[in-house]
């Protein structure tokens, strides 16, 4: 079993920032960060492979940044230049084959 603890959301207006963490119990594998808004599908933002690999929504291209602190077993989700489009409950996803684990998700509210 792994627990993913998140932190770091609340509201910013928009073109301010925010950071995500997400705290796992056990070694990084592939992490990242996913996001939900009423009545829609859940949507990949960012991904952080094990070995270095990054791959992001083409919404949040050059706006957000995913990062992570190996020794504190750490995923970071830097968000900058953030749209009132970006609100949404935010994710954090972990893979440890052959399970998947999500965190219990926080709220990022950006006004215009």
């Known amino acids: 079993q792994v627990q993913l603890v998140e932190s770091g959301g609340g509201l910013v207006q928009a073109g301010g920032s925010l950071r995500l963490s997400c705290a796992a119990s056990?070694?990084?594998?592939?992490m990242g960060w996913y996001r939900q808004t009423p009545g829609k599908q859940r949507e990949l933002v960012a991904m952080?492979?094990?070995?270095?690999?990054?791959n992001y929504a083409d919404s949040v291209k050059g706006r957000f940044t995913i990062s992570r602190d190996n020794a504190k077993n750490t995923v970071y989700l830097q968000m900058n230049s953030l749209k009132p489009e970006d609100t949404a409950v935010y994710y954090c996803?972990?893979?440890?084959?052959?399970?998947?684990?999500w965190g219990q998700g926080t709220q990022v509210t950006v006004s215009s």
């Open positions: 952080l492979t094990r070995g270095g690999s990054t």
């Open positions: 996803y972990a893979n440890y084959w052959p399970t998947a684990y």
């Open positions: 056990r070694s990084i594998v592939t």
